[in-house]
């Protein structure tokens, strides 16, 4: 865990905060709320909406030609958020994303990344190794599946639109969101019917 911001760190903020508000750019106001937003983002916003397009065809539609969209008509606020783009799995195709230099993640959706998201060992080994890091996690798809590796970056953050279980017929969007993890919106594991 990394430790808390030093007295310096915290002046340094403040100023560059002063200057936002002084030159208009943003109010004291718009910042407290950002941060409320972001401190009430989980992995349960994702779920939702993966339960939401499964269950919703027009709403499948919006999520994957405009996440960010889609995100909003869910209540979410993606104010100042890089644009979100969801890559949808099929049975001939599974999605793992991973950001390549440092941790970047929906964070509006899912919350902040867990610790193993941001190390430098799943980052190298995702992408030079996928299918080790997938069985590793207990996923393990068949050869004949394509497999592709998506780097989220600063400018654009993705998430994934994961298969929706056999035996989850008829269930409702609360019961169907709750079998999608945050594992499985960035692809390291498949939603199951329990």
Known sequence: MAAPPGPGSIALLDRFVAALTAKGVVTEQEIVDQIARTDRASPETGARMVARAWT?????????SDGSRAAEAMGVSMAGAPPLGVLE???????LVVCTLCSCYPRAVLGYPPHWYKSAAYRARAVRDPRGVLAEWGTVLPD??????VDSTADYRWMVLPMRPAGTEGWDAARLASIVTRDALVGVTLPHAA
């Open 89 to 95: 799995d099929t049975e001939a195709l599974h999605h």
């Open 144 to 149: 004949t599946m394509e497999l592709r590796v």
């Open 56 to 64: 919703d065809p027009e709403y499948r539609a919006l999520l994957l």
